[in-house]
């Protein structure tokens, strides 16, 4: 019974993480590079791009995101090729599956992708709790997946396609699956007791090194710091000598660099390339990264921290106690020192984010959970220790119930998203002659894209697919082989002297755009979709009102008239009924508006040699 009730209680991290996918599937742009990249992997594949270069033969850049909106630095490909092989037998499974599957969210294309790259991390998550238990026993596992299971930022993001995710948890290669570790793995390493017969397993910190090593390499350089401060800790601990340590470091270096520089040298075109060598010259030696905006010193000690151990009694209660109990002090030294330090090093870095100290998340609430289990142990001792018992109790229920809120306030945020898929519903890939009369073409539909919209959530997972090139010209030249078709081509111009050209918006059809006043020539608004723009406090008896119905109508289409909508909707109709009718709402506003060209016939065919 009692493995049964570990089970349950494991399964409420991968739970989770699947849980916010599905209510939030879609993307911004700070995950896009990661995401166009999966993408084109799996849409476009290597074979063709791998031979010699030859007349008429596909090249990367005809093909491939990356090539076209470059960003200020490459960034490494590793990640992306990995997820998709991981993902690629799910994706075509879904591919597969009935149409009544497919009318579901869950078609999202970009879905199985994110789920695969969700459940390694809850996997990694889970290898770090089976540590917790081998070390600590079982109650402090518990205490640690309770905790960590309600942590909204981490649930959320385990599945997005940002670089600090595949360092987080994402493995190293395809090929050798003693290789397929990362970060979280990494410490799990540390928490662990040697075993004879295993040198992985006997030499644990070394491994721990290497991983990390690597990882940093090839995903994120600000692990360098993280390397040290552990190293340091493993130093003065006596669990490693300088050997070790130079050993460890050149393993890694090696597999780091032998993954990303062919690797990132073939996908860039360039050779030789190590992308995250370039961003850490980029970021920190030409302080680039500051242009990005910057903040106070404190910012990950005041801001960042609290909102990521979410639960304010890990931090105010459970980590000093535990610190304060002789028999817990060392391992909580270990686990809370050499992170703090390096969240202190970070902060010297003008620009802050909270996704690159997430890594020391798991070590900081395992140090929470040292507590909390002290606590519950002896909560039939005293009435102090009972009641702080019902205080966590109370602040688990509360952080989940925090969590799912701070979820439905986030599925909100992508409008781009949502108006991408209404356009893809009111023009139907396969319509009818008698509606749209258009001959023997088939039918070429343009659309741009304006920045806000490809922000919020806007990928080429969305995007239809291009139809072959010799389909296409048949279509245009010949109005054979196309039949009833719809080619959609998508344009994300935003260079502001070609978007007041008035030439420039004469071949499209339709525009997804955040101010049509700036789209040049005669448009119809056909819809606006709705987007979040704060909260407000709902009285007895006060609906949302028409702009919120309409918004939510918005996201409940896309969800195929159910699903996720539906289940808000439940939440909302018990809530009030609990709290007599008060109630917090999202307050929507208009973000993207669906335009269409003012003329007798949308999608034109373009004449050929049109810039389509």
């Known amino acids: 019974m009692k493995r049964l009730v570990d089970i349950a209680i494991a399964g409420l991290i991968p739970c989770s993480i699947l849980f916010h996918l599905i209510c939030a599937p879609y993307t911004k742009v700070e995950e896009s590079f990661n995401i166009q990249a999966t993408h084109d992997i799996l849409q476009y594949g290597l074979k063709d791009y791998l031979l010699p270069a030859k007349s008429g033969r596909p090249q990367l850049k005809d093909h491939y995101d990356h090539l076209t909106f470059t960003g200020p630095v490459p960034r490494t490909f590793v990640g992306a090729l990995t997820l998709a092989g991981g993902s690629w037998p799910v994706v075509k499974l879904f591919e597969g599956a009935n149409q009544q599957v497919i009318e579901t969210r869950l078609a999202n294309p970009a879905f199985p992708v994110r789920a695969v790259l969700g459940l390694w991390n809850a996997f990694c998550l889970l290898y770090y709790r089976s540590g917790i238990e081998s070390s600590f026993g079982r109650s402090t596992a518990t205490w640690f997946v309770l905790f ?8 959320y993001y385990a599945s997005r396609t940002l670089p600090n995710f595949f360092a987080f948890g994402l493995g190293m290669a395809n090929a050798n699956p003693s290789l397929a570790m990362a970060l979280t793995i990494a410490l799990g390493q540390l928490l662990r007791q040697p075993r004879e017969g295993s040198y992985l397993l006997a030499n644990r910190p070394q491994t721990f090194l290497a991983i990390i090593t690597a990882t940093g390499i090839i995903f994120r350089s600000e692990l360098a710091l993280f390397l040290i401060t552990h190293t340091l800790n493993l130093l003065l601990a006596r669990r490693l000598n300088i050997a070790y340590i130079l050993t460890s470091g050149l393993v890694g270096a090696a597999i780091g660099l032998s993954l990303t520089i062919p690797v990132d040298s073939f996908f860039w075109q360039r050779f030789p390339l190590w992308p995250e060598l370039s961003a850490f010259s980029y970021n920190v030696l030409q302080s680039k990264s500051s ?54 090093l970070y902060s010297l870095q003008p620009h802050k984010e909270w996704r690159f100290i997430i890594y020391t998340i798991p070590p900081l609430l395992t140090a929470a959970a040292l507590g909390a289990n002290w606590i519950w142990s002896r909560r039939s001792k005293t009435l102090m220790y009972r009641i702080l018992s019902l205080a966590l109790v109370a602040s688990i229920i509360g952080s989940f119930a925090a969590t799912g809120f701070m979820l439905a306030v986030s599925r909100l945020n992508y409008p781009g998203a949502e108006a991408l898929n209404r356009l893809h519903a009111l023009v139907p890939e396969h319509h009818s002659p008698e509606h749209h009369p258009v001959g023997k073409a088939g039918r070429i539909v343009n659309v741009h894209m304006d920045t806000l919209s490809c922000m919020t959530g806007i990928t080429r997972f969305l995007q239809l697919p291009a139809p072959p090139l010799a389909d296409l010209e048949s279509a245009v030249v010949h109005g054979t082989g196309a039949g009833e078709k719809v080619f959609w081509v998508y344009d994300k111009t935003e260079e502001d002297e070609r978007l007041l050209d008035p030439l420039f918006w004469e071949r499209f059809d339709w525009v997804l755009a955040e101010r049509p006043e700036k789209v040049i020539g005669r448009w119809e608004i056909v819809e606006t979709v709705y987007g979040y723009a704060g909260m407000r406090v709902l009285r007895p008896g006060e609906d949302e009102g028409d702009e919120m119905a309409r918004g939510l109508r918005d996201v409940g289409t896309i969800a195929r008239e159910g699903d996720v909508q539906a289940f808000w909707e439940l939440v909302e109709r018990y809530g009030r009924a609990v709290t007599r009718g008060w109630w917090v709402g999202e307050r929507m506003e208009p973000r993207i508006r669906i335009l269409k060209r003012e003329r007798e016939k949308a999608g034109v065919v373009l004449p050929m040699g049109g810039d389509w």
């Open 291 to 344: 242009e990005w905006g910057t903040s106070p010193w404190h910012f990950y000690f005041s801001s960042a921290l609290p909102r990521l151990l979410f639960n304010p009694l890990t931090y105010l209660l459970c980590i000093p106690l535990a610190a304060s109990q002789p028999a817990l002090r060392q391992p909580v030294v270990n686990l809370v020192v050499p992170n703090i330090v390096f969240v202190m």
């Open 148 to 155: 960590q299971a309600s942590v909204f930022r981490l649930m």
